[in-house]
């Protein structure tokens, strides 16, 4: 989205760090991070960096397993990212948040924070059963704590079109999600893998790679969609 001229934020909302790394900002250098704006100590105007590649980046690290912690002694604790957000929100045609692995406070505050989720998944067995409990999460997201959430989208990665076990989940995520699964899939491709070593996004790493062409496409994907919903909002008003 930054290479398509976007005004973006990331969150990282991981305590492993991980896109904080890939994005070229060191997680152990930096002073302020997401834990910080969590529990009310920073906003994100303090602890974002502007990062060589035109984006910014709210980092994480491991501080943020005690934000956590800190988070239970704090009034409706799963608006504390919300509110954060809010304040640069004007800033930013897209903030992205990268969420945990798992199903906690920390995804619950992403949960509430965003407008949509994009669920990225293997074509494999457990991750169909790994989609369905999210898609549990994220109606108990929209009961109680944010009405208008939507599922943006599902992404297909690491996709091998020569197993069949890939074209049978493929199969049946197109059966069950039909427009919200995106077109673009993203192919298994070793220059992704490198990326994050050199902390770099792919298409600075390699941008003529299969991965790096497939995000491209996948970003072209998410701005047609947004126009053409923007498009009939418009007509409908």
């Known amino acids: 989205m930054a290479a398509a001229k976007k005004r973006v934020l990331m969150i990282d909302l991981d305590p492993q760090g991980n896109a904080t790394m890939g994005a070229g900002v060191n997680k152990n250098d ?6 910080e704006v969590l529990v009310g100590e920073a906003s994100i105007e303090q602890a974002a ?16 397993t005690a934000a956590e912690v800190k988070l239970l ?21 897209y903030v992205f948040i990268d969420c945990p692995p798992s199903l906690n ?20 067995y457990y991750a169909l059963e790994g989609l369905s409990s999210l898609l549990s999460t994220i ?6 704590t944010n009405p208008e959430l939507v599922i943006e989208g599902i992404l297909r990665t690491m ?19 039909g427009g919200r699964l995106y077109r673009t ?10 990326a994050p070593s050199h902390g770099m996004p792919v298409i600075a790493y390699d941008k003529q790679s299969k991965g790096a062409m497939a995000y491209m496409a996948l970003a072209g994907e998410i701005l047609r969609r947004h126009n053409a919903t923007a498009e009939s909002n418009a007509q409908a008003v």
């Open 30 to 35: 930096v002073e302020l991070s997401v834990n």
């Open 159 to 177: 996709y091998d079109p020569r197993s069949s076990l890939t074209t049978d989940v493929s199969a049946q995520l197109s059966e069950h999600f």
């Open 73 to 93: 002694a704090i009034d409706q604790r799963e608006q504390q990212l919300r509110k954060a957000i809010e304040v640069v929100r004007p800033n930013y045609d």
């Open 139 to 144: 109606e108990q997201i929209q009961t109680y």
């Open 49 to 64: 960096v502007t990062n060589e590649f035109k984006f910014d980046v709210l980092p994480a690290n491991g501080d943020l």
């Open 185 to 194: 899939v993203i192919p298994r491709n070793v220059r992704l893998a490198e």
């Open 105 to 124: 406070m920390l995804t619950v505050n992403a949960l509430t924070a965003c407008d949509g989720v994009i669920i990225p998944m293997q074509c494999e």
